[in-house]
């Protein structure tokens, strides 16, 4: 059994900046490769960001690049994505998946999903 948990999430105002955290525990050994996911209403879950098991090789989707950055603290097995620069446009829930496989994009893992965290920028 592996457990997904997210946190961070929030309200903020357009320009605000806000930092989620996801951490992977349970049947995970050592350090897996870990992603986010966002899926706004009426749209499908699509790739933020993913990072690579040593934190070495990172991937932003083409929306973020710029604005968000992923990091790993690998002795919490924990991951982070620090948002500024926010627009209405992030709006969505935020999931976190692991120990999928990263290879320059990041592909996820089938199970292994968070439950989810509310990001909500206000204009």
């Known amino acids: 059994q592996v457990r997904v948990v997210e946190s961070g999430g929030g309200v903020v105002q357009s320009g605000g900046s806000l930092r989620l955290s996801c951490t992977a525990s349970?049947?995970?050994?050592?350090?897996?490769?870990m992603g986010w996911f966002r899926q706004a209403p009426g749209k499908e879950r699509s790739l933020v960001a993913g990072?690579?098991?040593?934190?070495?090789?990172?991937y932003y989707s083409d929306s973020v690049k710029g604005r968000f950055t992923i990091s790993r603290d690998s002795a919490k097995n924990t991951v982070y994505l620090q948002m500024n620069s926010l627009r209405p446009e992030d709006t969505a829930v935020y999931f976190c998946?692991?120990?999928?496989?990263?290879?320059?994009?990041?592909?996820?893992?089938?199970?292994?999903w968070g439950q989810g965290t509310q990001v909500t920028v206000s204009s």
């Open positions: 998946n692991a120990g999928g496989r990263f290879t320059g994009p990041y592909i996820p893992h089938r199970t292994y």
């Open positions: 349970g049947r995970i050994i050592g350090n897996v490769p």
């Open positions: 990072i690579s098991v040593n934190g070495g090789g990172t």
